[in-house]
Nanobody, 127 residues
């Protein structure tokens, strides 16, 4: 069974940094594009960042470019999201998601194309 487990969330002040991690098991990690999404109360689930299976390509939502960085360590089945210069509007539950490279899809930002999800980790940014 595919399992994704996020960690690293917490309560921080505006301007601070957090590093989220997602550890995957039950899958061939190198066969999956990995992404981060977030969902705040009253808002739809939103794409944050994605990284290709090899780690050679990354994709970001406009609202995090220059502040967040996604990376992966295929030897450890782990994807990370380094978040800098956090803002109150970044407050959300952050979810890790995996998409098989063998299933055709268009783009990276639609939650419906992902095969597996973690349970989420809460990030709260106070002003």
């Amino acid at each position: 069974q595919v399992t994704l487990v996020e960690s690293g969330g917490g309560l921080v002040q505006a301007g601070a940094s957090l590093r989220l991690s997602c550890v995957a098991s039950g899958l061939t990690f190198t066969d999956y594009t990995m992404s981060w999404f977030r969902q705040a109360p009253g808002k739809e689930r939103a794409f944050v960042a994605a990284i290709s299976n090899s780690g050679k390509s990354t994709y970001y939502a406009e609202f995090v470019k220059g502040r967040f960085a996604i990376s992966r360590d295929n030897a450890k089945n782990t994807v990370t999201l380094q978040m800098n210069s956090l803002r109150p509007e970044d407050t959300s539950e952050y979810y890790c998601a995996a998409k098989s490279i063998f299933v055709s899809s268009n783009g990276y930002d639609d939650p419906e194309i992902y095969d597996a999800w973690g349970r989420g980790t809460q990030v709260t940014v106070s002003s």
